[in-house]
C-alpha cells in the first residue's frame, strides 16, 4: 500500500515506539509529522529529498513519529511510504523483499516527480534499512538514489524475514553497490537484530554501533529510531558531516 500523494493531515510527535504504535493502531493511516508534503521544494542546502522506509510488522507513522518531524526541521523535503500491508490491518512490511523493493521504487519516483530532485536519500529502519539495498541493487536504484542510512538491518540472516536465499543473492560478490554511499547504524542492544548481522563490509559503507559513540547508550532494536545519538548520525549521515560528531 503505498501513502497517496496529497497533504497528510498532521499526527502528533511521538517520544517512543510503544507510544506511537498505540497511536497508529487507533489512527490507521497516520502520517508522521513532517512527512509526506508533496508541495515541498527542495533547498539548495539540502536538495535530496528524506525517503523513509519502515520496517516488517511496523508502519510509517510508528517508526518515524520522532524522526521525520526533526528531519524536516532541518530543512529537508520528507516522504515516509507504507508498503506491505493489507488493508485490514495497520502494520506491513509483510512482503518479499522484491516485492517491498518494488513498491519502495514506484514511491520513489513519485517523489523525484513530484520535487523535481534527481536522486534521494533513504532512510530505513529493520526490513526498511534492506529493501533499499535490493532495490539499488536489481531495481535500478541506484540511478535514483545516492545514500543509504540503515538503522538496524537485517542484512544477514537472522530468525523471521527477509529469507535466508534473498539475502544470499542480496550479498552475493559484494554487499554493496557502487556509487551509492552506505552508513549502516547499530546498537548491542539489539534484541532483535544481532547487531554483527547487520554490519556490511562493502566499498562505500561505514559502519556505526553507538556504544562505540556513546558508551552508556541503552537504546534496543525498535526504539532506535527515537533515541537522540542514532537520529543526530543519521542527521550527520544526510549531511556528509563526521558521522561522530554526536552529543551523548
Avoid at 511510504?81 to 519502495?104: R, V
Avoid at 540511478?143 to 524475514?161: H, K, T
Avoid at 561505514?206 to 532494536?221: F, I, K, M, R, S
Wanted: contains cysteine.
Amino acid at each position: 500500500m503505498l501513502a497517496a500523494p496529497g497533504s497528510a493531515a498532521a499526527s502528533p510527535v511521538q517520544n517512543s515506539f510503544a507510544e506511537a504504535t498505540l497511536y497508529s493502531i487507533a489512527h490507521p493511516g497516520a502520517s508522521p509529522s513532517g512527512a509526506n508534503d508533496y508541495a515541498c521544494v527542495p533547498s539548495a542546502e539540502h536538495p535530496e529529498p528524506v525517503v523513509l522506509v519502515h520496517g516488517f510488522l511496523e508502519n510509517s507513522y510508528d517508526n518515524w513519529a520522532s524522526m521525520a518531524p526533526v528531519l524536516k526541521a532541518e530543512g529537508y523535503c520528507v516522504f515516509a511510504l507504507d508498503y506491505g500491508a493489507p488493508e485490514s490491518i495497520p502494520f506491513g512490511g509483510l512482503g518479499s523483499l522484491a516485492d517491498s523493493a518494488a513498491e519502495l521504487g514506484r514511491f520513489v519516483d513519485t517523489v523525484r516527480t513530484s520535487t523535481g530532485a534527481h536522486k534521494v536519500s533513504v532512510v530505513g529502519h529493520s526490513k526498511g534499512g534492506t529493501v533499499p539495498r535490493y532495490y539499488v541493487r536489481f531495481l535500478g536504484g541506484a540511478e535514483s538514489v545516492s545514500r543509504i542510512v540503515a538503522l538496524s538491518p537485517p542484512n544477514y540472516p537472522v530468525p523471521g524475514p527477509p529469507s535466508d536465499e534473498a539475502l544470499q543473492r542480496l550479498n552475493e560478490g559484494s554487499d554493496t553497490v557502487q556509487g551509492v554511499d552506505y552508513t549502516t547504524i547499530v546498537t548491542r542492544y539489539d534484541q532483535v537484530v544481532p547487531y554483527e548481522a547487520s554490519l556490511l563490509t562493502g566499498e562505500g559503507n561505514t559502519n556505526v554501533v553507538l556504544q562505540d559513540l556513546c558508551p552508556g547508550n541503552v537504546t534496543e532494536h525498535t526504539g532506535i529510531s527515537y533515541d537522540p545519538v542514532a537520529q543526530q548520525v543519521v542527521s550527520n549521515a544526510l549531511g556528509g558531516s563526521d558521522l561522530t560528531a554526536v552529543r551523548c
